[in-house]
């Protein structure tokens, strides 16, 4: 479906094997826990039960006194001076004078097996004073609200707010009262959504060493290699270029993994224990109650619209609560909540807000999904009250390249139309319903993201090619760079071996995030292939005695250009590299920098539902996702990419929530009850890869990873009023939830 | 933490009862063992029941009915054709247990003995008549399991009793029995609301019925209301009706992470209703 329709390449679009497929399904593969070294200790962490408490004392006698303990590290160990982002990292790494939250990391202990740290643990004596807390967002916010931390706020609240909001803003363009006047229908709804954890079947797993000389390593389960150098430096208090980091494979990260949690304490602990190397692996209670998860939400959107559907003007505040410290994604969520549309105006309202809670992660297209949820949720109602179809009113007002986004910048090229379109003529659209069964439509959006980037690649003696990326692989990332230099280079896909590297391989990289490893490591692993293929022109020139100009690359050999650079037969690129040591020496390509030209990915999923009418429950009955992938390298793992987005939306629609008791203290810190959804709770999900390619990008790639977790909140609550009549504007929608709407208790 | 394995129940049931500290027995460990990772339980004796002769059978007794051994797998139980023909009831319960892997080892005794109000196979047992075969210090006695739940997490066996076997009746004519449960996924998830009916009819007419409840109350509840509402019936709408009312009034929820009070007491009713037309289908020899 590629817009041009003209373009042909060798293996670009095909679906080969992924090279670390044969480790992954065969056990061999090495994720964060599976790391060991001689000598190395065991790490466990005391963490707080109280959601707000003052520490009142630490007495680790007992813990010290165990035969086989080797360390204990309090915050009284860590740096004094920091500020900013690095503070909070050090204060959530290790709580200061107060806990914040249930689970805050409050003391860590390393002894020579896991069972003797978390004995340890366990007789490390903490005496609280248990202050007053606060958990949902619209109490948080209010101005006798528990108060989480005095001068928290930066500069961009205004005199006068309460105290738990951090950061506010307010942007948008138009005439906005205008917009409403114009309208014939103006509807305002309020919508909430509960935090969800990204919920990675790996939990976090490090092992760090650090010698009394301040330098160390650490092999770790991490999207971002660079980043955890970076962050355990700033909270130790070390010299970043000391520390090297290797990452593990990774069995999932959604975002979650890319910050510190436990990272630091494993190499604190080492230095106080020696030197010895500490393996710290977290329970998935630990994952649950300190690490991820993403904000709450509480949102009010109004929006006025003519009755042929067109929106003459939209208005949204949302108030998110990120945990104890600043970073909602809040802005995120505003930014995408109207992206689909071309708003003549449009005013945006945003709320920062802190509560006992853990600091929030970035998780999937961070903010997005909860802006869609309120946002498509009230188009779908409007488009109900005026009968209008909700896909050709997502069609009328549909942005399209030129148009200004309605968080202000102008779009370069884009595919909604071309998704919607798909979507419309999807067999799905006509698949008849039966009784309580009903169909629900959104639309969703991700900028995508480039970011610092460096990659080497060199040719290898036999030919064959080797490429360093610094982004962690997590959804096939490696297959797709190497098909992109294969296609580039003219050799086989397996002829190229793509490694993620350590921190000392490269320049500053990072991490898997925003959708960008296939953008940005693949476009700058073509502009390395690029410079070694016109390393081999120049070999091959000078044997030749020709002019390197004179000499093209074509299938995988260096050849002379047209008739007039003389006749020689191709000299292929095994040809080349086995004789580069006498040459030239090695040859390679290295580039790095911030590649320009990243493409945003729109999409919309179709759901289709039953609801039982006498239990509440929401079973999926047919679900398609469409999304523009630009162009689709490898086609299994862009569906991979929006079958998993999907998954995750689906889940955090239905039952996924963080449920807090009276005291403050998450009550579901396990998979039992955090409900994400099991295989058979799902239909496959259909999917189609719409390809308008990015100019700005070799192979035209646009990030895939990050949208598909939009839609699927809204288009499930739009399928449910469908089925059954009732609209649900509370997350997660729950069969007591959705029972309770069908009684009239909702 | 020591860890025994005796060869006799008299022998466990000594052992328990000179232990002094935590004790827990180990028949399939899917509770123990997770408790035991969790920190939540630190037992100073574990008393593995599996080198006991005879515990993985499943046998006739002389009555007509079944005598299960207390480390039989819901695996076992799913499988033995004989069993599942005459209390379909009992093993779709168990068989709703966890994951294969977890039902390669899950027990119907520790299911019982763990004491979760939401036990999925407990509510099937009680509504069977199902009996417990108890071996303590000082001998043995068989008691209804209805009897053995005292409140989450809690029986109502002594220091040192041990259950030696579960006792089936015998199904007798034109009997069936069914067991369902609501929970928010489709698998790996724990009772909202379960519900387990048992029945017998003459023609289409019940005779007999025993409606029991799970997840809605501290322990299983019997619904002798509920029962009433249907035998002398066809289960016709009026009388299925008073039945989800009864099974409705006779909860005593709480509010949490998996449920409203509302919302169990609510589903409690349909639950028996849904479960008391798959029991009369058996009953009659329809597939269901
Ligand atoms: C992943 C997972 C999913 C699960 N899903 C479900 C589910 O869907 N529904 C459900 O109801 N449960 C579920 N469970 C809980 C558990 O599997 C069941 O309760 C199981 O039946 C316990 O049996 P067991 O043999 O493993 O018991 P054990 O763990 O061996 O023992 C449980 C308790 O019973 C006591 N006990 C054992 N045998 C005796 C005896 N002979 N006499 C006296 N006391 C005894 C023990 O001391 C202990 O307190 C699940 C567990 C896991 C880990």
Redesign the pocket.
Known sequence: MAKDGLTEFRLIGTRPDRPDGLDKVTGRARYGADFALPGMLFGAVVRSPHAHARIVRIDTSRALALEGVKAVVTRADLPDGLEGEDWDLQENTLAGDRALYDGHAVAAVAATSRLLAEEAARLIEVDYEVLPHVIDVDDAIRPDAPVIRQGAADASVPEGMPPNVVRYMEFGHGDIEAGFAEADIVRERSYRTEAAHQGYIEPHACVGQLGADGAGEMWVCTQGQWYIRRMCAAVLGLETAQLRVTPSEIGGGFGGKTTIFMEPLSLALSRKAGGRPVKIVMSRAEVLRATGPTASASMDVRIGMKKDGTITAARAEFRMQGGAFPGAPVDMALYCAFAPYKLPAVQHIGYDVLANRPKCAAYRAPGSPMGAFAVESLLDEMCRELGIDPVEMRLTNAVREGDRASYGPTFGSIGLVEVLEAAKGHPNMAAPLGPNQGRGIASGYWFNHSGETSVSMAISEDGTAQVSVGTPDIGGSRASIALMVAERLGIPYEDVRVNVVETGALGVNEPTHGSRATFASGKAAVVAAEQAIAEMCRRAAAEWGIDAEAVEWVDGAAQPAGPNAGRFPPMTIAEIAGKMGQTGGPISGHHEGLPEGVGASFGAHVVDVEVDPETGRVTILRYVVVQDAGRAIHPAYVEGQYQGGAVQGIGWALNEEYVYDDRGRLANPAF?DYRVPVASDLPMIDTVIVEVPNPGHPYGVRGVGETGITPPLPAIANAIEDAVGVRLTHLPMSPSKVLAALKGRG | MRYHTPTT?AE?AGIAAAAQGV?????????????MRAGM?L?DDL?D?KKIDG?DRIDPTPEGGWRIG??V??IALGAHEALRADWPGVVE??E????T??QG????????????P?????PGLVAAGAMAE?TGPDGGRVVPVADIPAGP?R?T?QPG????ALLLPPRGTAGGDAYL?F?PRT?????VV?CAVNLRCDGDTVTEASVVLGAVAPTVVSVPAASAAIIGTALDDTALGTLAEAASAACRPIDDKRGTIAFRTEVAGVLAKRAARIAHARAKGENA
Request: net charge negative; with cysteine.
């Open positions: 039992l | 129940f466990a004790t827990r027995f180990l028949a399939g460990g899917t509770d123990v063992l997770v408790q339980v037992p008393i029941l515990v207390v480390a797998p819901g319960g168990m709703l247990v966890g994951s892997q977890i080892r899950a027990t119907l005794v520790g299911n019982l003995c763990n004491g979760s939401a036990a999925d196979s407990v108890i997490g029986t066996l009793e041990v259950i030696s449960r929970i698998e790996m998830d724990i009772a379960g």
